[in-house]
């Protein structure tokens, strides 16, 4: 019968203000869906650092007739310092650090290019002289890209050593960066959530200041005064936040792992599954700061 009474309380103190019921469910939803989006952010960029750090390759670009750097001061690389550096990939010194490798003319370079700019007007005004061959490298560890920069960055005949992380580097800080954004919009709509949990609650014990008033004469303790009021924020804030979930659920498993998976299919994206450990996350923050809110606003209104 208490457990009767007090979901009877609760579900009238979301009549009354049905108003700001719906504005905490409002809110807490599109805050909490900035707090998924944020969490997708960085799911995926783990993804995609998992895929792509396995994937990532050192190019070893060799001396051509328009190098400039000091390097290749000596002119264009010869046959035999070619030979050299394939020498040293293939050696012992150079086996713990190196998967595999391929070499890469520059003809070979102008059709990549080609392909990479068709839609370009200076796809056209590139020859294979002005690019230059390379030994593409797949290390055993993309963490010791020093070490096979320090092998063969000095040697004759090459240009420079370049690693692929760096570039995935800046894609992921920008990733960060807007998962960083996501975040701090979600903190501020979480505030504006808490400050509306609270009104409503202070609506809520005023309206029915004169029902509480009559409990406290006939002996009701003070969780049994203060549980209704207490229910009534948490679950306002619970169905924001399971709304927050399915929309989480549906980006990553439509947007994300549907449409992005289709228009790039060369990369490895998350799905809905993935994202099902956030909901955990979003319905726990609802609960902490729907009870810490009503809590607080209690001691302060209701005095019992």
């Not at 609760?10 to 989006?37: C, K």
């Not at 203060?226 to 979930?245: C, D, M, N, T």
């Amino acid at each position: 019968m208490r457990f009767a009474f007090v979901l009877g309380e609760t579900f009238s103190g979301i009549r009354r203000n049905l108003s700001m019921v719906v504005s905490v469910v409002l809110v807490t939803f599109i805050s909490l869906t900035f707090v998924g989006a944020a969490g997708l952010l960085q799911l995926q960029i783990n993804q995609m650092k998992g895929y792509w750090y396995d994937r990532v390759e050192v190019a070893i670009f060799l001396c051509t007739d328009t190098s400039t750097t000091t390097s290749c001061a000596s002119g264009p690389v010869t046959d035999g310092q070619r030979e050299s550096i394939q020498e040293l990939l293939e050696s012992p010194t150079a086996a713990p650090y190196i998967k595999s490798y391929e070499h890469e003319s520059q003809e070979q370079a102008l059709e990549i290019f080609q392909e990479q700019f068709k839609n370009s007007a200076m796809s056209g005004t590139v020859t294979a002289e002005q690019l230059p061959e390379s030994f593409r490298v797949a290390l055993v560890d993309p963490e010791q890209y020093e070490v096979v920069n320090e092998l063969f960055s000095a040697m004759p005949g090459v240009e420079i050593v370049s690693d692929q992380r760096e570039l995935l580097e800046q894609i992921f800080s920008l990733m960060n960066m807007a998962s960083v954004i996501a975040v701090s919009v979600a903190v501020v709509m979480l505030v504006c959530a808490v400050l509306l949990i609270a009104t409503t609650i202070r609506l809520s014990a005023f309206s029915r200041r004169r029902e509480t008033g009559i409990m406290r004469l006939v002996g009701a303790s003070k969780t049994m005064i203060q549980l209704p009021f207490l229910l009534e924020g948490v679950i306002a804030a619970l169905v924001g936040a399971v709304l927050a979930s399915v929309t989480t659920w549906a980006i990553a498993e439509f947007f994300i792992g549907d449409w992005l998976t289709g228009q790039y299919p060369g990369t490895g994206f998350i799905a809905g599954v993935e994202a099902l450990i956030l909901v955990p996350l979003l319905l726990g923050v609802a609960i902490l700061l729907a009870a810490l809110s009503s809590i607080l606003t209690l001691r302060r209104y209701l005095k019992v």
